[in-house]
Nanobody, 117 residues
Framework: QVQLVESGGGLVQPGGSLRLSCAASVTIFSNYAMGWYRQPTGKQRELVAIITSGGSTNYADSVKGRFTISRDNAKNTVHLQMNSLKPEDTAVYYC???????????WGRGTLVTVSS
């Protein structure tokens, strides 16, 4: 069973930055596509950004140019650098790992990001 632990959430003012991290307890991290999703209160969970096992990335239109997803295969970690944060970015952010062969997916418990003055 894959365990994912997110960190880095918190309260930040509009225009500020945060860096989220997700540590994965897997044997071969490079065999996993990783993603960040978010769920605002009362709304559905939505994709924020994904990074494939090969390092290709894709972003939701709402975060393009502001957020950057990256991975460190040596440390079994994926990061989400969030800049120019807006109040509408407020949500619980979840890390997701998908094994590229079995397509089995696992989720972290989430970390809360609040953007407010």
């Amino acid at each position: 069973q894959v365990q994912l632990v997110e960190s880095g959430g918190g309260l930040v003012q509009p225009g500020g930055s945060l860096r989220l991290s997700c540590a994965a307890s897997v044997t071969i991290f490079s065999n996993y596509a990783m993603g960040w999703y978010r769920q605002p209160t009362g709304k559905q969970r939505e994709l924020v950004a994904i990074i494939t096992s090969g390092g290709s990335t894709n972003y939701a239109d709402s975060v393009k140019g502001r957020f950057t997803i990256s991975r460190d295969n040596a440390k079994n970690t994926v990061h989400l650098q969030m800049n120019s944060l807006k109040p509408e970015d407020t949500a619980v952010y979840y890390c997701r790992a998908e094994q590229v062969y079995s397509r089995m997916a696992s989720w972290g418990r989430g970390t809360l990001v609040t953007v407010s003055s």
